[in-house]
């Protein structure tokens, strides 16, 4: 079963809207840890933000703001006011220790953000 | 800051041919990981090594092998290429020990197979 899910394919805003890209975890493990990464059409995974199980509290960096909510196995990310630069695939991963020796994320398959200048 | 060195880059290689890719880490990094992300895909865990040693095995093919030197570098070995095997091959490094294990992504090594 898919550890981590991202509905959302493909987002398509212009700039300066907000937008919440999804992502939905499963683990039973009650040490985990979430992740979101950027991965501009360039290539490279550029690491965002490190959430673990035990901190609920939101987060905003920016233009950048992450929702966790373990109730609905949630970690949501928004970007206000987004910018042509936003345009990437972002990713969510989930590492947990189930299933291995050591914390290996997982990955969601991602949502490619297009912003329309 | 340094990051994760991920060489060559770019990679074009024959059907059955053998490639190598290198991987240098964060500095005092202990943990490297190799995923390897097919076009349109999400990255995919192959293998990690913890202070040189395996630690985990994902879904490397038996064509594959990997180590971890005593400099903390890694390379990963991929014999019998096929076409299946282009794709973005990246290498990360984390910490262990702190909480999280915050894991950096090399900029990747894109290999084409034809």
Request: hydrophobic share 35%; proline share 4%; charged share 20%.
């Amino acid at each position: 079963a898919q550890k981590v899910t991202q509905a959302q394919t493909e987002i398509s805003v212009v700039e300066k809207e907000d937008v919440t890209l999804d992502c939905v975890y499963e683990t039973r493990d009650t040490t985990y840890y979430l992740f979101w990464y950027k991965q501009p059409p360039s290539g490279e995974l550029v690491f965002l933000i490190r959430r673990n199980s035990f901190d609920e509290q939101n987060e905003i960096s920016g233009r950048y703001s992450w929702n966790f909510q373990k109730s609905t196995s949630s970690f949501n990310f928004t970007i206000t006011a987004s910018q042509v630069v936003d345009s990437a695939v972002y990713f969510c991963a989930l590492s947990d220790i189930l299933g291995g020796g050591s914390y290996i994320p997982t990955f969601g398959r991602g949502t490619s953000l297009i912003v329309h200048p | 800051a340094a990051g994760v060195i991920q060489s060559p880059r770019h990679l074009i290689k024959e059907k059955r041919e053998t490639a190598t890719l290198k991987c240098y880490p964060i500095p005092r990094h202990d943990t490297v990981y190799w995923y390897q992300q097919g076009p349109g895909q999400d990255p995919q865990f192959l293998i990690s090594f913890y202070e040189k040693m395996q630690s985990d095995k994902g879904s490397i093919p038996d064509r594959f092998s990997a180590q971890q030197f005593s400099d903390y570098h890694s390379e990963l070995n991929m014999s019998s290429l096929e076409l299946g095997d282009s794709a973005l091959y990246f290498c990360a490094s984390s910490l262990q020990g702190l909480a999280g294990n915050t894991i950096y992504f090399g900029e990747g090594s894109w290999l084409t197979v034809v």
